[in-house]
Nanobody, 120 residues
Framework: VQLVEAGGGLVQAGESLRLSCAPS????????MGWYRQAPGKQRELVAS???????NYVDSVKGRFTIARDNGKNTVYLQMNSLKPEDTAVYYC???????????????WGQGTQVTVSS
């Protein structure tokens, strides 16, 4: 199973982009979906996540600008990014976490990454 992402691109500061991500097949016991990003020379960081109950989590730098949403029926996750800044430039990776059968942790699935570039 692969996560298929769409929606990256080049925009100017202040503009918006919407990312989407869906698995190519079924993921058993899927629980959390989210987006990470990695800028050149920096570590990958969690941008936003959402669980099956709709609880969300955001990194402080995107609060008030980004919104994560999920369609549980389609196992699709979206990231609406508004008021983009040059520092948002990074490769954005979709992530899905499936609960292990013994509930000791999660299996991680990753997308191939989509480039988001924000010019000043």
């Amino acid at each position: 199973v692969q996560l298929v992402e769409a929606g990256g691109g080049l925009v100017q500061a202040g503009e918006s982009l919407r990312l989407s991500c869906a698995p190519s097949g079924g993921i058993f016991r899927l629980r959390i979906m989210g987006w990470y990003r990695q800028a050149p020379g920096k570590q990958r960081e969690l941008v936003a996540s959402i669980n099956t109950g709709g609880d969300t989590n955001y990194v402080d730098s995107v609060k008030g600008r980004f919104t994560i949403a999920r369609d549980n029926g389609k196992n699709t996750v979206y990231l609406q990014m508004n008021s983009l800044k040059p520092e948002d430039t990074a490769v954005y990776y979709c992530n899905a976490k499936a609960l292990k059968m013994d509930e000791s942790g999660f299996y991680d699935y990753w997308g191939q990454g989509t480039q988001v570039t924000v010019s000043s």
